[in-house]
C-alpha cells in the first residue's frame, strides 16, 4: 500500500491573491507534464526555478524523489516601477519653446536606444501572444467544471469518510466503556471476596480458640484420670474432650480451606482486574484517537466542502467572464487583431478574468492541499476502519493530480499573462510602419517615373543652424532617397531676412519639378512664422500648415489638400493597429497649430468623441482617465503618469524630450511626454520614444510628397 506510507507535505506561501505578478515558471519542461502520477512524481524532482536573478524572482523548487514530499514555495516578486517622472531634468537645449507648440524638441538619434528599443520589441510580440482567446477562456471554463466536478467527488469522499471514522469512533468509545465496567465489576468482586474473608478469618479465630479450650479440657481430664483411676466420669469427660477437640480441628480445617479459597478467587480477580485494566487502558486510547480522526476528518471534510463552494463560484465567474467577453467581442468584432488580443487581455483584465484565472491557479495549489490531505486521510482511515476505502477513492486522488497538473498549467498561463501585465500594452513600433510604408511609396514612385516619367521632388528649406533641424532635414533628405524622391534644400544663415525665405518659397512654388515645400520650423524669432507658412502655395504645401488646409480639415464636407505629417502619422498608426477610433473618447492633449489641433480635427474626423486638455485645463488627469485614446503633444517628459490612463488605452506619444543621461554617450537621453514605465502597464498600446511617431512622421512627409506629385501631373 504504497500510498499509505506517502506522506505528502506542502509548504505554501502566497500573500494572498492580489494581482501578485508573483510567479515565473521561466522552465519550460513544465508546459509538457503529461497527467501521469508517475510523471507528476518525476516532476518534483526538476528544478523550475528562477532564471532571473534580478527583480522577477519566484521561486518554485520542488524536489525529492521517491516519496511525494513536495515543496512548493512561493515568493512574491518585486518590480520595478522606476519612472523618470516630472521630477526629472529636462534637458535644455536653448529651444525655449512653449510647451504648447507642440513643435517637440530633438535630439540626434542613438544607436543604443534604438537596440533596447528593439529589444523591448521582441518581449512585447511574445507577450501580446499569450493573451488568451476566447477558446482559451472556454478551455479554462471547462477546466473550472472539471474542478467542480472533482471537487464534488472530494467532498462526498470525505462526508462519506467522516461517517464511517465517527461511527468507528462511537463504537470505540463504547468499547472502551465497557472494558472499564469490567474492570469496575472485578474490583468490586474482589471487594466482596475481602468482605467474605473477613467472617472466615473470625471464625478461623474462633475455631482455633475452641480447640485451645478443648485441648486445655482435654489436658485436665488427661491429669485427673492419672490421679483417680477408672473414675467414670473422669473418662465420661476425657472422651469428651477428645471429641471437642476432633470438632474444634475439623471446623478450624473448614475456615482455613474456606479461607484458602477465598483468597485464592481473590487473587484470581486481581489478575483479571489487570486483564481488563489493560484492555480497558487500551479500548480508551483507541477511542481518544478515534476522536482525534473525527476531528481531523471533520475539518478535511470541511475543506473539501469549501472547495466544492470555491470551485462552483468560479464556474460560476468563469460563465459570466465568458457571456461578457463573448457579448463584447461580438460587439467589437477585432477578437483576431493584433491590438484586438491586447485589447481583449485588458478586457479580461477588467472584467475580472485574471482573477479568475488566478483563482484557479490557486485552486491547483488547494488541490494538491486537498491531495495532501486525502491522503493523510487516508492514513487515518487506513489505521482506524478500512484500507481498502483509499484504494477505492484512487481515482479520485488521481483525478486530483491531473487536475492538479492542469492547474498548473493554468497557472503558467496566468503567469505569462501577469508577466505579460508589466508591460500589457502593445508596442506601437512606428519605426517598423515608416520602413512599410516607405516601401509602398518606393514601389509607387518607380512606378510613377515608369508611366509619366515623373520623380517626385521635395524642396526643404532650413534657416539658422540648430542642431537639431540640421539632423532632421538630414534625416528627411535619407528617407527621400530611400524612396526615390528628389530633394532640394536651401540653407539660409540665421540672420537672413524673412524676404530671403519667401524668395525661395515663390521660386519653389514656381518650379514645376518640386512637388512639395517644407520650411523648418522654428524659424528664427526675427521672421514672422504666419507670413513665410502663408506663403507656401497650398498646392505644395506638404507640411500642412497653410491656414487653408488647416480651415478644410476643420471643416465638414471639406477636404484639405494635405493633412500635417504628424497628427496623419499617428492616425496611421492607430489604423496600421486596427484600433478603432469611430465612437472612442479621445483626448488631446496640446493644442498646437502643427499637432494637437490638427490631431484633434483628425480624431473627429474619425467620428471619435474629441476633448483637448491643455495648459489651462483644470483636471488634466481626470479627463484624460476617461480617454479611450490619448495623443500627448506637449513636450513635457513623463507628465502623462499611469493614474492618468484608463486600463486598456491605446497611447500615442508625440513627445520627443531629451533628458539628462549621463549614461548615455551624448549626454541625454529621449522620453516621451507618457511616462512609458508606467503607462505601458495600464495601457493596451503605446507608442514608444523614439521609434514612435516621429518616424511615422517623416513617412508621412514622403507620402504628401508623393500625393503632390500625383494630384499635380493628375495621376490616380
Ligand atoms: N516644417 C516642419 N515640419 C516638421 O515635421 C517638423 C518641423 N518643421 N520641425 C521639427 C519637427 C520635429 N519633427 C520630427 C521628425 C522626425 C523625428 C524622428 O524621427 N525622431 C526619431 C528620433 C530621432 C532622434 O533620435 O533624434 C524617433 O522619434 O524615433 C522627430 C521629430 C518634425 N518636425
Redesign the pocket.
Known amino acids: 500500500m504504497a500510498l499509505i506510507d506517502t506522506a505528502a507535505t506542502m509548504i505554501f506561501t502566497s500573500s494572498s491573491s492580489s494581482t501578485a505578478r508573483l510567479l515565473l515558471f521561466n522552465n519550460t519542461k513544465l508546459h509538457k507534464f503529461p497527467n501521469t502520477l508517475s510523471n507528476f512524481r518525476r516532476s518534483t524532482s526538476l528544478h523550475f526555478g528562477t532564471s532571473s536573478p534580478t527583480s522577477r524572482t519566484i521561486v518554485t523548487h520542488c524536489s525529492s524523489s521517491s516519496a511525494s514530499v513536495c515543496i512548493l514555495k512561493i515568493s512574491r516578486g518585486t518590480f520595478k516601477t522606476a519612472c523618470q517622472g516630472n521630477d526629472s531634468v529636462p534637458f535644455i537645449n536653448g529651444n525655449g519653446r512653449d510647451v504648447e507648440s507642440g513643435?517637440?524638441k530633438?535630439?540626434?538619434?542613438?544607436k543604443e536606444?534604438m537596440k533596447n528599443d528593439s529589444k523591448e520589441k521582441g518581449e512585447e510580440a511574445e507577450a501580446v501572444a499569450v493573451a488568451p482567446t476566447l477558446d482559451e477562456l472556454k478551455e479554462l471554463l471547462q477546466k473550472a467544471h472539471k474542478e467542480l466536478e472533482i471537487a464534488q467527488l472530494n467532498s462526498i469522499m470525505f462526508e462519506d469518510k467522516a461517517q464511517r471514522i465517527s461511527e468507528a469512533a462511537i463504537a470505540l468509545k463504547d468499547k472502551a466503556l465497557n472494558a472499564w465496567d469490567d474492570v469496575n465489576s472485578a474490583l468490586i468482586s474482589i471487594e466482596e471476596i475481602v468482605k467474605e474473608e473477613g467472617p472466615v478469618k473470625e471464625s478461623i479465630k474462633r475455631a482455633k480458640m475452641a480447640l485451645s479450650l478443648a485441648e486445655a479440657r482435654h489436658q485436665v481430664a488427661l491429669e485427673s484420670e492419672n490421679e483417680n483411676l477408672n473414675s467414670l466420669e473422669e473418662e465420661e469427660a476425657l472422651l469428651a474432650a477428645q471429641k471437642d477437640m476432633k470438632e474444634c480441628s475439623a471446623k478450624l480445617e473448614d475456615c482455613e480451606k474456606a479461607l484458602i479459597r477465598l483468597q485464592n478467587r481473590k487473587d484470581e480477580v486481581q489478575k483479571e482486574v489487570v486483564t481488563l485494566n489493560d484492555i480497558a487502558e487500551k479500548a480508551q486510547t483507541d477511542a481518544l484517537k478515534a476522536e482525534e480522526d473525527v476531528a481531523n476528518i471533520m475539518l478535511l471534510a470541511e475543506e473539501a466542502v469549501a472547495l466544492e463552494l470555491e470551485a462552483l463560484k468560479r464556474v460560476n465567474d468563469a460563465e459570466i467572464v465568458l457571456q461578457k467577453a463573448e457579448k463584447v467581442l461580438q460587439e467589437r468584432g477585432e477578437s483576431t487583431s493584433r491590438h484586438g488580443r491586447a485589447t481583449f487581455s485588458v478586457l479580461l483584465f477588467q472584467i475580472g478574468f485574471y482573477a479568475i484565472a488566478e483563482a484557479l491557479g490557486l485552486a491547483a495549489v488547494k488541490a494538491l492541499v486537498a491531495i495532501s490531505a486525502i491522503i493523510a486521510g487516508g492514513r487515518l482511515v487506513g489505521m482506524s476502519i478500512d484500507p481498502k476505502l483509499l484504494v477505492s477513492n484512487f481515482p479520485v486522488i488521481m483525478g486530483s493530480l491531473g487536475l492538479l497538473i492542469a492547474g498548473k498549467t493554468i497557472m503558467v498561463a496566468v503567469v505569462a499573462i501577469q508577466v505579460n501585465n508589466e508591460t500589457l500594452a502593445t508596442v506601437i513600433d512606428?519605426?517598423r510602419v515608416a520602413k512599410d510604408i516607405r516601401e509602398e511609396i518606393a514601389v509607387e514612385i518607380s512606378r510613377m517615373k515608369e508611366e509619366i516619367g515623373i520623380v517626385p521632388g521635395l524642396a526643404v528649406i532650413l534657416v539658422g543652424d540648430r542642431k537639431?533641424?540640421a539632423?532632421?532635414v538630414r534625416?528627411k533628405k535619407k528617407a527621400c532617397d530611400s524612396v526615390g524622391i528628389n530633394s532640394y534644400e536651401v540653407r539660409l544663415a540665421e540672420d537672413s531676412t524673412e524676404e530671403e525665405v519667401l524668395n525661395h518659397i515663390s521660386k519653389f512654388n514656381d518650379d514645376p519639378s518640386v512637388h512639395g515645400i517644407?520650411?523648418?520650423?522654428?524659424l528664427p524669432s526675427h521672421m514672422n512664422e504666419q507670413n513665410v507658412l502663408n506663403a507656401v502655395c497650398i498646392e505644395k504645401d506638404v507640411?500642412g500648415?497653410h491656414p487653408l488646409n488647416i480651415g478644410r480639415l476643420a471643416m465638414r464636407g471639406r477636404e484639405p489638400l494635405f493633412v500635417p505629417?504628424?497628427p496623419k502619422g499617428c492616425i496611421e498608426l492607430l489604423h496600421r493597429y486596427d484600433i478603432p477610433i469611430k465612437g472612442k473618447r479621445a483626448v488631446v492633449i496640446g493644442r498646437s497649430n502643427?499637432v494637437g489641433m490638427p490631431a484633434a480635427l483628425l480624431l473627429q474626423r474619425e467620428d471619435a468623441t474629441v476633448s483637448i486638455v491643455h495648459s489651462r485645463t483644470k483636471n488634466p488627469e481626470e479627463i484624460t482617465r476617461q480617454a479611450d485614446i490619448i495623443i500627448s503633444a506637449v513636450g513635457q517628459p513623463n507628465m502623462v503618469r499611469g493614474s492618468w490612463v484608463k486600463p486598456g488605452a491605446v497611447l500615442i506619444d508625440v513627445g520627443?524630450n531629451p533628458v539628462e543621461d549621463p549614461e548615455c554617450a551624448r549626454g541625454y537621453r529621449?522620453v516621451g511626454d507618457i511616462c512609458y514605465e508606467e503607462a505601458s502597464k495600464v495601457a493596451s498600446a503605446i507608442t514608444p520614444?523614439?521609434?514612435?511617431?516621429?518616424?511615422m512622421?517623416?513617412a508621412m512627409?514622403l507620402s504628401n510628397t508623393l500625393l503632390s506629385a500625383k494630384r499635380i501631373h493628375n495621376l490616380r
Open positions: 513643435d517637440t530633438n535630439a540626434e538619434s542613438s536606444e512606428g519605426k537639431d533641424s539632423t532632421y534625416n517644407l520650411v523648418q520650423l522654428p507640411d500648415f505629417c504628424t502643427i520627443i529621449l520614444v523614439p521609434g514612435g511617431v516621429g518616424p512622421t517623416i512627409l
